[in-house]
């Protein structure tokens, strides 16, 4: 199967700084990634859809100010939580779907705790 | 009420029986039906895959989809230990976006 790499697996920062979270696909072009946010024990709640070269497209509730998302080349797509509280502490998962396909891989996701 | 209902569990089985996984959903959109692995911590890993009503074998699983009843069904044989996991299932419109039930934790006891 196709591979989407994530990074960090783990940050750990301080209120009020940025962090950001890349996402990666390996082995193909990745014209659109997804960005999601699972809470413990909960299912993943898409945050937003990245298409290379445009902007990304937010999902209702999710503030597009405070989780920039940059999508520069069909192998990289990145979310910068920016001014982070303990809220924002989360796991955080990026997929990338290849060219005309449903398939989803997954990143292995980011466990961002803010202290 | 939610797009996607998945039973949460926990289910626990012994090593070696049938695990029966199941979602409905309520939106006739959907076109795309899959089932995700995801181990504690780490990002969810695509096991099945399917667009359309019937039955797709892979190994020890099965995925059924009853467009009709809008229910869809993973089931695995002859579990493992390592079969310890959640169990997502997703499904999509044609406009890729996955909706995810709340997953269910399966316990394969040795």
């Known amino acids: 199967g196709a591979v989407v790499s994530q990074h960090p697996s783990r940050v750990i920062c301080k209120s009020g700084t940025s962090v950001k979270i890349e996402c990666r696909s390996l082995d193909f072009q990745a014209t659109t990634m997804f960005w999601y946010r699972q809470f413990p024990k909960q299912s993943l709640m898409l945050m937003a859809t990245?298409?290379?070269?445009?902007?990304?497209?937010?999902e209702q509730g999710v503030e597009k100010d405070k989780f920039l998302i940059n999508h520069a080349s069909l192998t990289l797509s990145t979310l910068t939580v920016t001014s982070a509280h303990p809220e924002d502490s989360s796991f955080y998962i990026c997929?990338?779907?290849?060219?005309?396909?449903?398939?989803?891989?997954f990143g292995q996701g980011t466990r961002l705790t803010v202290v | 009420q939610k797009e996607v209902e998945q039973d949460p569990g926990p289910l626990s089985v012994p090593e070696g029986a049938i695990v029966s996984l199941n979602c409905t959903y309520s939106n006739s959109a959907f076109q795309y039906f899959m089932w995700y692995r995801q181990y504690s911590r780490k990002g969810p890993e695509l096991l099945m895959y399917t667009y359309s009503s019937g039955n797709k074998e892979d190994g020890r699983f099965t995925a059924q989809v009853d467009k009709s009843s809008k229910y869809i069904s993973l089931f695995i044989r002859d579990s493992q230990p390592s079969d310890s996991a959640t169990y997502l299932c997703a499904m999509a419109r044609n406009d890729y976006k996955l909706s995810f039930g709340a997953g269910t934790t399966v316990t394969v006891r040795a």
């Open positions: 990245s298409n290379e070269g445009s902007k990304a497209t937010y």
């Open positions: 997929s990338a779907d290849r060219e005309a396909n449903t398939e989803a891989f």
